[in-house]
């Protein structure tokens, strides 16, 4: 309950940086448990773990790039 008590006092762009340090930090969790993986495996992975991302907005997460600098 506090949780969502939590993401509704949040603003968009409070949620938003929340959500991309949590796809940061699971891409890099991913990356160290599947060292094989391809990047475009991870990216997919990520993307569908964060419904309603995509691979490259995942990219462009980890990039930090357009938007979605900070």
Known sequence: ???TFYFCCMTRKD??????EK????FSNLE?????????ALL???ANQFLP???????????ESGCYSE
């Open 1 to 3: 309950m506090k949780t």
């Open 15 to 20: 949620r938003i940086k929340t959500r991309n």
């Open 23 to 26: 796809v940061r930090d699971y």
């Open 32 to 40: 160290k448990k599947y060292p094989q993986w391809k990047l475009s």
């Open 44 to 46: 997919e992975e990520t």
């Open 53 to 63: 991302i995509s691979p490259a907005t995942v990219s462009a997460i980890l990039k």
